[in-house]
């Protein structure tokens, strides 16, 4: 069974940064996809930045240039470093791992693991 657990939300002003950590453990190692959704009240949940088993990156267009995602396999951890934070991307930011085979980075339905969420706040 994979454990997740995300840490390093708090609140910011408009403009700072934040580098949210997801400690996994219980196997998800590197050969698999991990990655930030976030949920919004009222919003469903979207992708923020995925790393895929194969290496791929993908990122929301609202976070890209701004939002940088890493793993350190050695410490089963990934990383969502935000720069340059908008009142926006004020939400709950979850941690996922494992995509199912054949699944759509994007979708939410298609990650097997979830943390239970850090929130982040960005004041205006």
Not at 43 to 48: I, Y
Not at 51 to 63: C, E, H, L, R
Not at 81 to 105: F, H, I, N
């Amino acid at each position: 069974q994979v454990s997740l657990v995300e840490s390093g939300g708090g609140s910011v002003q408009a403009g700072g940064s934040l580098r949210l950590s997801c400690a996994a453990s219980g196997g998800t190692g590197s050969t698999s996809s991990v990655g930030w959704f976030r949920q919004a009240p009222g919003n469903e949940r979207e992708a923020v930045a995925i790393n895929t088993a194969g290496g791929t990156t993908y990122y929301a267009d609202s976070v890209k240039g701004r939002f940088t995602i890493s793993r350190d396999n050695f410490k089963n951890t990934v990383y969502l470093q935000m720069v340059s934070l908008k009142p926006e991307d004020t939400a709950m930011y979850y941690c996922v791992a494992v995509l199912r085979d054949g699944g759509t980075w994007s979708r939410p339905a298609d990650f097997h693991y979830w943390g239970q969420g850090t929130q982040v706040t960005v004041a205006s």
